[in-house]
């Protein structure tokens, strides 16, 4: 079982799909320590509840960016982390967090990359009048949104979709891709590498 530390900054609803597939057997992790950089993110309480240790490192905290990486860098150590999974973690981690994890980190990315990288996908992605659109679990690398692809979940657009019902068939297909990519990750199993949202039809529209 590999020691696993998740990184949250909220909800944690990808925090809990993790620790639920875990508990299933299904992820071939050690959920051993959860890291927050806000004291109110509500994945704190799911992880206690999960038992799993937990650490708040406050971004607000450090002067500079490599300050606040070096502490995430320094928790992950103490507790022997030897994978990292980045989710609804909304701080940039600089190159000398990056590459030394480079291969044992990944990050969830509410778009079906290389489409809309950054910030507002869901937003982007009704702009610009796409029929699919998804998630991404890919490898974190020093350019952001842009490592190696693990798993991506693909979700139609409706006609009458705004941002925030758009965002939470995302959060769906998310839920699903996270533990699979970390089945990757462990070599727990030959996971399925796309999840297809039930609502998926062809030309079927709503
Ligand atoms: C998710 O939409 C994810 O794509 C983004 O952060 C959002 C919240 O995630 N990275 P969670 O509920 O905190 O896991």
């Keep these: 079982m590999r020691r696993t530390a998740v990184l949250i900054s909220g909800n944690g609803s990808n925090l809990q799909a993790l620790i639920d597939a875990t508990t299933r057997g299904e992820t071939g992790a050690d959920l051993s320590l959860v890291i927050a950089n806000k004291t109110d993110a509500f994945g704190l309480v799911r992880a206690s509840r999960a038992g799993?240790?937990?650490?708040?490192?406050?971004?607000?905290?450090?002067?500079?960016?490599?300050?606040?990486?070096q502490a995430i860098d320094a928790m992950l150590q103490e507790f022997d982390i030897e994978l990292v999974c980045l989710a609804g973690f909304m701080r940039i981690l600089g190159d000398a967090v990056t590459d030394r994890w480079q291969g044992r980190m990944v990050n969830v990315h509410p778009s079906l990359l290389p489409s809309f990288k950054g910030m507002n996908t869901h937003e982007r992605a009704l702009a610009a009048g796409v029929r699919i659109h998804g998630c991404t679990v890919h490898q974190v690398t020093a350019e952001l949104d842009d490592g190696p692809i693990l798993v991506q979940g693909a979700v139609p657009v409706l006609d009458n979709d705004d941002v925030a019902s758009l965002a939470a068939r995302v959060l769906e297909v998310e839920h699903q891709c996270y533990p699979l990519a970390l089945a990757h990750l462990t070599g727990r199993s030959i996971a399925p590498r796309l999840v297809l949202h039930p609502d998926l039809h062809t030309g079927q529209g709503e």
């Design 52 to 69: 799993i240790p937990t650490k708040v490192i406050d971004h607000k905290r450090y002067a500079h960016r490599a300050q606040f990486d």
